[in-house]
């Protein structure tokens, strides 16, 4: 529910009232066996979307999952071929499986028509094929479709925005919260280590006091880029908060973490911080605190503890340094 009422905030009454009216013309796939209804069937819906026709069903599912189209028809006119399987696939298939489905049957193919719709085809029409109707029934399937990948796309954005820092394009602590556990519990499954690293910039706050706030964003902005050229693309990195960022680390035994934490504390220190803004190169450190997965059983909550007692001792041993 809170999704939905985000979706409908983000993309705005004047976007979802666009969301319903599409106005680029379709993408048809036509799979038909025979020549004299490709040709009767093309020239039905020409006027209203592009028509590709292919007369091979199994060659038809490599071209459906090739292309996006916005409607698949299937004539079953097929020597020697169920057209349901062509159907079937292409409900299997993660590229096709939103594509709406229209399939062209004969009258008294009742049981055929109700395999179609439990395999989820989208809709039928009957021969012989009266062009208004195809029409109709074809217009309303893209309608949809074209909808629908608006609104998928919508969400997709929305679900972005929820999980990134703003500021910094990492995933933020709302991310983070909702993912650690879940890499926790799949390392304990697998018996794998896991590490993670909390690090705080040192005495951030007199980067903003003496050059301000935006200076000390583009600081911020600065470290996230050094902090995602430290990891490996199975990490979790995450802008936790303020001036504080947690790096959550798969198959990583304590070792090999500290390793990781002492190369991003180096690439932080050995190259100062660009502020054009400010017309300045600041020098930068942080502290790093690292903590491991407890075999034994462990909770995301004690784990980002354990981190952050030992960035404490960072901080407290005198900062510009990792603590495991
Ligand atoms: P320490 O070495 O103990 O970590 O000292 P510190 O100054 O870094 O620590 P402190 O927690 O006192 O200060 C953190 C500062 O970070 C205070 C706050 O104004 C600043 N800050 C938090 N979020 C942002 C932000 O998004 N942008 C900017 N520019 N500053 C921020
Ligand atoms: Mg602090
Ligand atoms: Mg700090
Ligand atoms: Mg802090």
Redesign the pocket.
Same mark, same amino acid.
Do not use: P, T
């Given at each position: 529910l809170r999704l939905r009422a985000q979706t409908a905030h983000t993309i705005g009454l004047q976007e979802l009232a666009r969301l319903d009216r599409p106005d680029e013309p379709g993408n048809i796939l036509l799979v038909d066996g025979r020549a004299s209804s490709q040709e009767r069937l093309v020239r039905a819906l020409s006027p209203i979307a592009e028509v590709s026709v292919i007369s091979d069903p199994q060659a038809a599912l490599f071209e459906a999952a090739e292309n996006s189209f916005d409607l698949v028809i299937v004539n079953a006119n097929f020597d020697d071929y169920d057209p349901l399987r062509l159907c079937s696939q292409l409900r299997s298939l993660e590229r096709t499986r939103f594509i709406p489905l229209l399939l062209v049957t004969e009258q008294g193919h009742d049981e055929m028509i109700v395999r179609a719709l439990e395999l989820g085809v989208t809709d039928y029409i009957m021969r012989p094929v009266d062009p208004n109707e195809l029409v109709a029934r074809s217009l309303t399937q893209i309608r949809r479709k074209l909808c629908n990948d608006r609104l998928r796309a919508s969400v997709q954005q929305t679900i972005e925005l929820a999980i990134t820092d703003d $500021?910094t394009g990492l995933h933020n602590r709302r991310y983070l919260d909702g993912h650690l556990k879940l890499l926790m519990d799949r390392a304990g499954a697998r018996g794998r280590p896991l590490s993670i690293c909390i690090t #705080?910039? #040192?005495?951030? =706050?007199? *980067?903003?006091d003496t050059y301000g706030? @935006?200076? /000390? @964003?583009e *600081? $911020?902005r600065e470290f996230a880029n050094r902090v995602r050229a430290t990891v490996r693309g199975a990490d979790l990195a995450c802008r936790f /908060? /303020?001036?504080e960022f947690v790096i959550v680390m798969p198959d990583t035994t304590p070792e090999m973490a500290a390793i990781v934490a002492e190369r991003l504390r180096l690439m932080v220190e050995s190259r100062g911080f660009d502020i054009p803004r400010a017309d300045t190169v600041l020098s930068v450190t942080a502290?790093l605190g690292i903590a491991s997965l407890r075999p034994e059983g462990d909770t995301a909550e004690a784990l980002l503890k354990r981190a952050d007692m030992a960035l404490y001792q960072a =901080?407290n041993g005198g900062?510009n340094r990792v603590v495991a």
């Open positions: $500021l #705080d910039i #040192d005495r951030f =706050k007199r *980067v903003n706030h @935006d200076a /000390g @964003d *600081v $911020l /908060g /303020g001036e502290s =901080k900062r």
